[in-house]
């Protein structure tokens, strides 16, 4: 069964392991094993903060490099853009050649996000990349295009859901929506 | 010589030009060759907005893959984290097992800044992982330990420096230090 490693920052939820499972159960339905990034079930008591950081790591880049692909949660976290974390790990699969999907569930475009952003924040606090003269970039899509083309040219499409407010890490529509964009990539030949 | 791509979202500034052109002299000045990401000189004019996208993004895959290493500016752009197109880039260069450096000009933790912006917005806009029962990853990095550890991992520590306000994405020192680091790792037997 292909393996398709599920990004996204719904790990830094209090019911983060529940979200996971139910991800999984979903794949399972269309013939794919979901591997989430909490699966490696580190035992990290004792260590140090750094080596506890080494350690997640260097467990999450295995789990990558064993999947097939990809689903990445592109939802916005902390400010206009996705989880670095999950545009660091989106990278990753890129560049090793696998599918990379992805779904957000917050449907404005990146340029009218970024907009908001620049007049929800006191213009004395903005960084000078935040400034009006800084170039937002306006390709219609959901993200910076980097993550965006990556997905177009794995064969998928990002897919963009309105959800209720307050399940924005929750919703699974779109995710399913991904799935099956991957269980078509990776059906074999 | 060996090629680092300069990974960072100064390229949205309106003098980005001059500030890769400063970025590719300091290289030249510790034996390295910088490779800005609008080297590419693409021509796009004509072209349809997806097009468009597609070919920059086409031609920076390309000049990571043509490169040694990255060093990427880690400096908050528009929210808590840094860029997402560098953080794809960063996992990019590092899954392809190419060193990859960094710098931020803004000192403050990933924790701290996390919890200043929780207190920024206004409780009934936030995304429900944005909210307070959601974990706010604390290993003392300066940004998600993917993109932390990875710079860690390739031998080099994440530089950290307290800039003029309004310098964020101009000031260079950090910059250079990452070339000190980048011209170590990369060099020669």
Known sequence: ??????????????????VGAR????????????????????????????EQALRISAANEGLM?????VIANLTPF?????DAGTAFEVGF?????RPVLGYTNVTADYRARSEAYRRSVPQAALLDADRPEA?????EGAE???IEVAIVASGGLVVRTAVPAGQEMRD??????????????????
Do not use: W
């Not at 699969?93 to 050649?97: H, I, K, N, V």
């Open 172 to 189: 699974l529509a779109g995710f399913e929506a991904c799935l099956a964009q991957a269980a078509e990539i990776l059906r074999p030949g």
């Open 78 to 82: 902390r400010g206009v853009s996705m």
């Open 135 to 139: 170039e937002i970039e306006d390709f």
């Open 65 to 69: 490099r064993s999947c097939d692909a």
């Open 144 to 146: 910076n295009l980097m």
């Open 23 to 50: 991800k999984a159960v979903l794949c399972t339905a269309h013939g794919l094993e979901g591997v989430f990034p909490l699966d490696a079930g580190l035992d990290l008591s004792g260590l140090a903060k750094p």
């Open 93 to 97: 699969m890129r560049a090793l050649g």
């Open 1 to 18: 069964m292909p393996r398709v490693y599920l990004a996204g920052p719904e790990v830094f939820l209090p019911d983060a392991l529940a």
